[in-house]
């Protein structure tokens, strides 16, 4: 087995939080390669929905300095990939309606006739029946992750990043000047090692944190665009509108494991939920259904910091919120792997923090209502 000498910082995972911390750490002046089991951006990130949720209240409160920090970079992330890769990464909408659970006075209930007026102009064929809870409006925006699966690996490797696909992380060493990780061909050394995993990010070598893969399902239909001009979140689906004449529509949230199958009875589920209140999707052609792994922890929130072993680092376990948190995510980790002084504090996401926990009560997993199937996607 042969060894050689990568770059200061080997990433394991290729998803959309291993590659733009990579993509913040080239930025720095460090050599990066990141290793991916599969092809980069064709898990969690693959399958995301896409939504930059940020203020959705139904996400957990700590959560939210992060999210805010994340979506004030984005703009600048969004430039960047583009400028780097050729391939634009456009916002698809701007707004977004939501079914809530509870209001406070500091959500943009929707009522009174001039409201649900404007509700019908986004969405012409709303239908009211039964809604059982209150909707809110978010001025909130959405992205397609397919652009961004084309585009960020694209970028990563044209500012100078190597990408080795098929290549999976059997074992972590560490020493002194550094860490040794070998794979099925090779041992390969670096100064620093940082867990992107995602849903994989559990594994022994890796650590052994309480990572667990939490599957969604998830479908686009044919909807023209003037029928659904912003996203339709509630408790039991979200629909997100990609401006080309199709809809996202997702997802399911179920505990079983790494099978990453598709189920005809549950996809059926979520058209129906979707078409209750936008009856044109009962009838829309299918073009596409699948399924992804989102990174679920024990409290739902990431896992940033620094690993119990040495010159090691985890960034992981961003559950619905891979898309969302990347920019964010990037910068921090960056800033707490150069010892430079960080823009929010990681206290909330620290890897330590689950030291007692064995497994994930599935219970404590936040419900569909929020944003995305990420999560690396999640991703």
């Given at each position: 087995m042969g060894r050689s000498r990568t770059s200061d910082v080997l990433i394991a995972g290729g998803g959309i939080i291993g590659l733009s911390i990579g993509m913040e750490l080239l930025s720095h002046g460090l050599s990066v390669t990141v290793l991916e089991r599969g092809e980069a951006m064709r898990a969690a990130s693959w399958a995301a929905g896409g939504m930059l949720?940020?203020?959705?209240?139904?996400?957990?409160?700590?959560?939210?300095?992060?999210?805010?920090?994340?979506?004030?970079?984005?703009?600048?992330?969004?430039?960047?990939?583009?400028?780097?890769?050729?391939?634009?990464?456009?916002?698809?909408?701007?707004?977004?309606?939501?079914?809530?659970?509870?209001?406070?006075?500091?959500?943009?209930?929707?009522?009174?006739?001039?409201?649900w007026e404007e509700v019908r102009q986004w969405i012409p064929g709303f239908t009211f029946g039964d809604l059982g809870h209150p909707i809110i409006r978010l001025?909130?925006?959405?992205?397609?992750?397919?652009?961004?699966?084309?585009?960020?690996?694209?970028?990563?490797?044209?500012?100078?990043?190597?990408?080795?696909?098929?290549?999976?992380?059997?074992?972590?060493?560490?020493?002194?000047?550094?860490?040794?990780?070998?794979?099925?061909?090779?041992?390969?050394?670096?100064?620093?090692?940082?867990?992107?995993?995602?849903?994989?990010?559990?594994?022994?070598?890796?650590?052994?944190?309480?990572?667990?893969p939490v599957k969604g399902q998830m479908a686009t239909v044919a909807l023209a665009s003037e029928r659904l001009r912003c996203v339709l979140r509630t408790p039991e689906f979200y629909a997100i509108p990609r401006g080309d004449g199709h809809v996202t529509i997702g997802a399911t949230i179920e505990h079983v494991g790494f099978d990453e199958s598709v189920e005809e009875h549950r996809i059926e589920r979520l058209l129906r939920a979707a078409?209750?209140?936008?009856?044109?999707?009962?009838?829309a052609a299918r073009l596409e259904i699948w399924a992804g792994l989102r990174p679920g922890t024990p409290d739902g929130l990431p896992v940033l910091g620094a690993a119990a072993m040495e010159h090691c680092w985890h960034a992981t376990g961003h559950y619905r919120d891979g898309i969302l948190l990347a920019p964010g995510t990037a910068r921090l980790m960056t800033q707490a792997i150069l010892g430079e002084p960080l823009d929010v504090p990681l206290d909330d996401f620290a890897p330590y923090r689950f030291r007692a926990v064995k497994s994930m009560p599935q219970e404590r997993i936040a419900p569909v209502s929020a944003c995305c199937v990420d999560a690396n996607a999640a991703e």
């Open positions: 949720a940020a203020h959705d209240p139904e996400n957990p409160p700590a959560l939210l300095p992060l999210s805010i920090h994340s979506l004030e970079h984005y703009p600048a992330y969004l430039e960047r990939i583009t400028a780097a890769s050729g391939q634009p990464v456009p916002l698809r909408t701007q707004w977004t309606l939501q079914q809530v659970r509870s209001t406070s006075a500091d959500l943009d209930l929707i009522a009174g006739d001039a409201a001025e909130e925006q959405s992205l397609n992750p397919r652009d961004l699966c084309r585009a960020l690996p694209e970028a990563f490797v044209a500012e100078g990043g190597t990408l080795r696909e098929k290549t999976t992380v059997l074992d972590v060493e560490t020493s002194a000047a550094g860490v040794v990780v070998r794979t099925a061909t090779e041992r390969i050394s670096a100064g620093i090692f940082v867990n992107c995993c995602g849903a994989w990010s559990g594994a022994p070598q890796l650590g052994g944190l309480p990572v667990e078409a209750s209140l936008v009856p044109e999707i009962d009838r």
